[in-house]
């Protein structure tokens, strides 16, 4: 599975639009780009995930370049609920295979400010 | 709750000693997950079981670790003769083949302390 690059921390002001970037230039064309986030002292959380096509959901937008090397997920009103530390892990989605583990970086931490 | 389950939520527990976690998967799913991760890093892979076969293993998981999925619904992890190096979080996540892209879903994980 390909690597991924994250900034380790990021700030944001209550309310506004929260933008994460990751780098994952290796990525394969079969490889999807997954976001998971932790907050403090609990298990990660499933955000969003992505192939070439921009997507949304309840939660996030990720946005993927047109070359897939890199992405953007994006909290369009960052809460005080959203401070938390923010992965981004390219693995291969499809069902088939044995590979199916995550390979998780140090990501993100995100503070979001009052 | 139908969320994935861990038990204890913490244990503290003497070096060379046996303990064991336990994982209760969301009952539909059919891959269970354990994980380890240590403060400030992010979770490093232990195994994975699809039902009740475990089909990968990482070169983290010592003779002395060792998990099972005996009816291909909860699954335990047990570490013997612990050490302080085993201090972590202990994480379980499951997910399903019936899904379309494999989401992982996670328990609130089980703290490990060795004294």
């Given at each position: 599975d390909a690597k991924t690059t994250q900034p380790p921390s990021m700030d944001c002001a209550e309310g506004r639009a929260a933008n994460l970037p990751c780098n994952h230039s290796t990525i394969s064309g079969n490889e999807y780009v997954y976001w998971y986030r932790q907050i403090h002292s609990q298990g990660p959380q499933y955000i969003i995930h992505g192939l070439k096509n921009n997507e949304t959901n309840e939660m996030a937008s990720l946005i993927i370049t047109e070359d897939r090397k890199s992405s953007t997920l994006i909290l369009p009103h960052a809460t005080l609920r959203d401070t938390a530390v923010y992965y981004c892990i390219v693995r291969v989605g499809s069902n088939a295979g044995n590979n199916r583990k995550l390979i998780w970086g140090l990501g993100t931490s995100l503070a979001v400010n009052p | 709750d139908t969320g994935v389950s861990q038990d204890p939520r913490?244990?503290?527990?003497?070096?060379?000693?046996?303990?064991?976690?336990?994982?209760?998967?969301?009952?539909?799913?059919?891959?269970?997950?354990?994980?380890?991760?240590?403060?400030?890093?992010?979770?490093?892979?232990?195994?994975?079981?699809?039902?009740?076969?475990?089909?990968?293993?990482?070169?983290?998981?010592?003779?002395?670790?060792?998990?099972?999925?005996?009816?291909?619904?909860?699954?335990?992890?047990?570490?013997?003769?612990?050490?302080?190096?085993?201090?972590?979080?202990?994480?379980c996540a499951s997910s399903t083949t019936s899904g379309r892209m494999d989401e992982q879903y996670f328990g609130p994980g089980t703290r490990l302390t060795v004294t």
């Open positions: - | 913490h244990k503290i527990t003497k070096r060379g000693q046996n303990v064991t976690f336990r994982c209760d998967p969301i009952s539909e799913h059919n891959r269970l997950y354990w994980y380890r991760q240590t403060l400030g890093q992010g979770p490093e892979f232990l195994t994975y079981f699809q039902n009740e076969a475990q089909l990968e293993k990482s070169r983290l998981l010592s003779d002395r670790f060792s998990a099972e999925r005996p009816k291909g619904s909860f699954s335990t992890l047990e570490i013997q003769r612990t050490e302080q190096g085993d201090s972590a979080m202990y994480l």
